[in-house]
């Protein structure tokens, strides 16, 4: 009880004055005055059912114990395991619950007297920091030559900067796992590090100290410089400059974009303060910053997952890494970085964000930990700094585990309408993926408290997800259910935005398995509730050599050239010694599925114009072509470039003539994003004219292309359609799971 305005004010100062790691979803009040005025002030009893606690996602150093780090006369000075309440490791050190430092990698480390005392004082900023330490009774930094013997070293983080500054490659431990890191301007360095780690023409993160330092490399607007400083500290996609290739050889050769990120562990900030030589206070931070410029990738050798082990790093990365940054603390839980990008266009349906701007910073004082502003992005993996943050679910239903699908794997796990999706897995072609898949779900069950009483999985019968699902339910004795590929993609866009009714969804990737037992990806559904129908697709193209034409484009030309009746052409085209067997692989149609694909329509097209030949990585070849597009700009698209079928058919072969006839590859990119954003318009446009529905969902890798979403995004907008996509998971298959537990509550209510 007390007065009006009063009683407001606390009310609003609950949502804005959260602590800066706490998520308020919503405030609730009532009349209390009856209780109020038998009993004075009362804290009653909750009606609201169990409460449940949970882990909050790993955080980048905040301001406050930066502040500290830099300041030559604290206790903490230059302490590489700095944190407080607002900061630092949670997820990934946290074994079980209840969140107490007994059960997370914190707990061989006693406290000492003087943080002890921070710990129990309600009026520190470390009070019941569980991960809270400092030189006398914290983790400490070992430096170890590649022989794994330890390095005499006055200071370590000295040490690692001369060697990285020397051109060698280092192996350095962070929150979720190992980065391999070297000098980002150092070619043969680079070169180096391909060649080790088996990583052919794959693009390279970098990690550069500030948005100021990355302002000859990249475009960095105030969209992407707000994206890079988040408390998360993601991996964000800047389009390069034209000088960045020059002053960054091999980094991200042949693609528009490339990876970069600010440091988030306080070892991160600790090797930028060295190489700008140990400045007092935070000021530097705010300067551009030329010293160093970092590679910093995931230590998974082979496409295996990250490594978070002292002992496994040294099996793993013997021969990759020339020394070893270790500290002694475990990590518990795998995480790779987030991957991310700024999408420029807002409108009030493509975009919710999940937490309100926080205050203006001090002067001087770096953005580290500051809330997200609420501008578009879109996730291209999803891991540490928002896992295992909750997607909030449009109504309660039972407890979900959704097992996700081949590749680029995550789960998820449902406990009334909240969705945890798990961090970035990854692919599940080899056994020790297939063992973090196990890791993961056992560790989330763990954390979160929850016990499944259904379990998800895609609908392809030899995936390893699919196995997974069906012993887990087989032990369980609970029941298991298949969800087609790209109804979950539909299905993951819906579950975020709370859409319920009939949408019309375009469900556009590189594969998934259809009821018929055929390879889908270009597909236009009617999805309501937790059933769908197939409205249309795109016109198939055949996969000579099945699997292997999705990694070498030249095939998926050579299909789309037999299709426009251009086989005879195969051979002249394309000098490769398996065109002509290709060739006859088309004609009589042996090892030649079909499939629907839209992402192998991305291939044919840039084999047509020879930007790829061979892919060394999923997605080269579309993002070759985008690339190449966005260096050209806008065109007109093909005025008959595609056909629409009255069975709901989209035919794209005279685009593809086109193409082929094209000696320009940048127009011919251009061209080619053109006419198909503009084909896919027209398509769902006559799905509205016959169904009614106006809500038009996108999903699938293929929306990864920021050129086709933006394309296509503007023309149905254009039209007066709500159209919905991705925003809180990815489109592509790391959302899978998230789709598959939405399908799995409406099948079980």
């Known amino acids: 009880m007390g007065e009006e305005n009063a009683i407001r004010n606390l009310l609003a100062r609950l949502r804005t004055d959260a602590p800066p790691l706490a998520r308020v979803d919503a405030v609730e009040s009532g009349d209390g005055a009856a209780l109020a005025v038998a009993h004075g002030f009362a804290i009653l009893e909750s009606q609201g059912g169990p409460a449940h606690t949970g882990i909050a996602p790993d955080a980048a150093t905040c301001p406050a114990c930066l502040a500290e780090l830099f300041d030559p006369t604290d206790r903490r000075y230059r302490y590489p395991f700095i944190n407080c309440t607002d900061c630092g490791p949670r997820y990934t050190i946290t074994r079980h619950l209840p969140y107490d430092r007994r059960y997370t990698s914190m707990a061989p480390f006693v406290l000492c007297p003087a943080c002890g005392a921070e710990y129990r004082d309600p009026a520190n900023r470390r009070f019941h920091a569980e991960p809270n330490a400092c030189p006398v009774c914290g983790p400490r930094l070992a430096l170890l030559d590649a022989s794994g013997r330890a390095v005499a070293a006055d200071d370590i983080v000295a040490a690692a900067v001369a060697r990285l500054e020397a051109g060698e490659i280092l192996a350095i431990k962070g929150l979720g796992g190992f980065h391999l890191a070297c000098d980002a301007r150092n070619a043969q360095a680079v070169a180096r590090l391909r060649e080790r780690k088996q990583r052919e023409e794959k693009p390279f993160a970098v990690m550069a100290a500030n948005p100021a330092s990355l302002q000859a490399l990249v475009e960095v607007d105030a969209a992407s410089a707000d994206l890079l400083q988040t408390r998360e500290r993601p991996i964000v996609l800047l389009r390069k400059k034209a000088e960045c290739d020059a002053l960054l050889a091999g980094i991200a050769p042949g693609i528009a974009w490339m990876g970069a990120m600010l440091p988030y562990t306080t070892l991160h900030f600790m090797l930028f303060h060295e190489a700008a030589g140990k400045p007092a206070t935070t000021a530097w931070l705010e300067q ?302 042996i090892n030649a599925p079909t499939t629907s694909s839209c992402g192998r329509l991305f291939d044919a097209a840039a084999g047509l114009l020879r930007t790829r030949d061979v892919a060394s990585f999923e997605g080269q070849a579309a993002m070759a072509l985008e690339g190449l597009a966005e260096i050209h700009g806008a065109v007109e698209p093909l005025t008959d470039g595609y056909r629409l079928a009255p069975d709901g058919v989209l035919d794209f072969r005279p685009l593809l003539g086109a193409v082929a006839d094209t000696p320009d590859q940048a127009f011919g990119a251009a061209l080619f994003h053109a006419t198909l954003a503009q084909g896919l318009a027209a398509w769902t446009m006559q799905a509205v004219q016959q169904s009614g529905i106006r809500t038009v969902v996108l999903g699938g890798g293929c929306f990864l292309n920021a050129i086709l979403s933006r394309n296509l995004r503007g023309r149905l907008e254009q039209a007066g359609l709500t159209v919905l996509e991705a925003c809180q998971a990815p489109p592509n298959d790391g959302g899978l799971s998230l789709g598959q537990a939405w399908v799995a509550i409406q099948k079980g209510n």
């Open 288 to 589: 551009q910053q030329q010293e160093l410029m970092l590679v910093m990738t995931s230590a998974n050798p082979c496409g295996e997952p990250l490594v978070t082990g002292n002992d496994e790093a040294l099996a793993r990365l013997g021969g990759i890494a020339d020394a070893f940054v270790l500290h002694d603390r475990d990590i518990v839980v795998r995480c790779d970085d987030s991957v991310v990008r700024s999408v420029p266009v807002l409108t009030p349906h493509s975009f919710t964000p999940e937490r309100e701007p926080s205050a203006p910073l001090p002067a001087g004082m770096p953005l580290a930990g500051t809330p997200l502003t609420p501008h578009a992005y879109q996730f291209i993996r999803r891991a540490r700094g928002y896992t295992p943050r909750a997607i909030q679910l449009p109504r309660s239903g039972p407890a979900i585990l959704a097992c996700g699908g081949w590749f680029k794997n995550t789960v998820c796990l449902t406990r009334g309408n909240e969705a945890f999706l798990s961090q970035h897995i990854g692919d599940l072609d080899n056994a020790p993926t297939r063992t973090s898949l196990d890791d993961t779900v056992r560790h989330l069950m763990e954390v979160l408290e929850i016990e499944p009483q259904i379990v998800a999985h895609d609908l392809h019968p030899d995936f390893h997800s699919t196995r997974f699902a069906a012993e887990f339910a087989h032990q369980r004795g609970i029941p298991a259910l298949a969800v087609q590929h790209h109804h979950a993609h539909i299905a993951a866009v819906q579950a975020e935005h709370g859409v319920t009714g009939p949408v019309l969804g375009l469900a556009l990737d590189g594969v998934g398995f259809g009821p018929d037992g055929e390879a889908w990806g270009g597909e236009l559904l009617r999805v309501e509730g937790a059933d769908f129908q197939r409205l249309g697709h795109l016109r198939p193209l055949a996969l000579p050599g099945g699997d292997r034409a999705a990694r070498e484009p030249w095939r998926m030309a050579a299909s789309a050239l037999h299709q426009l009746g251009l086989g005879d052409t195969i051979e002249a085209r394309f000098t490769h010694p398996a065109a002509a067997t290709v060739r006859q692989m088309l004609e009589r149609g």
